[in-house]
T-cell receptor, first 119, second 111 residues
Framework: ETGVTQTPRHLVMGMTNKKSLKCEQH?????MYWYKQSAKKPLELMFV???????ENNSVPSRFSPECPNSSHLFLHLHTLQPEDSALYLC??????????????????FGSGTRLTVV | GEDVEQSLFLSVREGDSSVINCTYT??????LYWYKQEPGAGLQLLTY?????DMKQDQRLTVLLNKKDKHLSLRIADTQTGDSAIYFC???????????FGTGTRLQVTL
């Protein structure tokens, strides 16, 4: 168990559906991230939350809506997705988003991902 | 921003050494990481190197960093079938704690 749990593991949804991805971390980390992993492309950072505040949104379409109700939970709400949104969505956490240089950052802890298929 | 590039595929025979290469563009990267992703799983941190180091060894893994050429490599000694996975290089840039990943190198270990 990595300490970061994502549910569901697999999700198939139609373009008119609304669904949510869930991520939970039990590591006491203060920052959480959503990444999109598509075949043969670099991991794309979608959103960054630090202390429950969104600090970065990398030009992600509004059909993806993140929510961070507390430092342990992160959601990605999905609506009216397109087939090209099919991908593996990875959640990650890190100890502190902004104090990396001072404290020494040993990387992110990733969940196992949600494999999303939009039909 | 940072660009990180890797070759897409590497095939080695069991018992041989594997060398996975990575180039990056941002010279201010402070930490560089190697992650491993097995089928159906998320990314697992394998090792990292701080930018003021040239080499780091951890059991079968050796990381080499050439800052002048902005080149990072991961050597796996005595490669086993369990090492078959996708390996991602990532750089940590600036004070924003942002990891930039490469496309990943798929390592195939043959008998």
């Amino acid at each position: 168990e990595t300490g970061v749990t994502q549910t569901p593991r697999h999700l198939v949804m139609g373009m008119t559906n609304k669904k949510s991805l869930k991520c939970e971390q039990h590591l006491g980390h203060n920052a959480m991230y959503w990444y999109k992993q598509s075949a043969k492309k670099p991991l794309e950072l979608m959103f960054v939350y630090s202390l429950e505040e969104r600090v970065e949104n990398n030009s992600v379409p509004s059909r993806f809506s993140p929510e961070c109700p507390n430092s342990s939970h992160l959601f990605l709400h999905l609506h009216t997705l397109q087939p090209e949104d099919s991908a593996l969505y990875l959640c990650a956490s890190s100890q502190d988003h902004f104090k990396t240089i001072m404290t020494g950052n040993y990387g992110y802890t990733f969940g196992s991902g949600t494999r999303l298929t939009v039909v | 921003g940072e660009d990180v590039e890797q070759s897409l595929f590497l095939s080695v025979r069991e018992g041989d050494s594997s060398v996975i290469n990575c180039t990056y563009t941002d010279s201010s990267s402070t930490y560089l990481y190697w992650y491993k992703q097995e089928p159906g799983a998320g990314l697992q941190l394998l090792t990292y190197i701080f930018s003021n180091m040239d080499m780091k060894q951890d059991q079968r893994l050796t990381v080499l960093l050439n800052k002048k050429d902005k080149h990072l490599s991961l050597r796996i000694a005595d490669t086993q079938t369990g090492d078959s996975a996708i390996y991602f290089c990532a750089g940590l840039t600036g004070t924003a704690s942002k990891l930039t990943f490469g496309t990943g190198t798929r390592l195939q270990v043959t008998l």
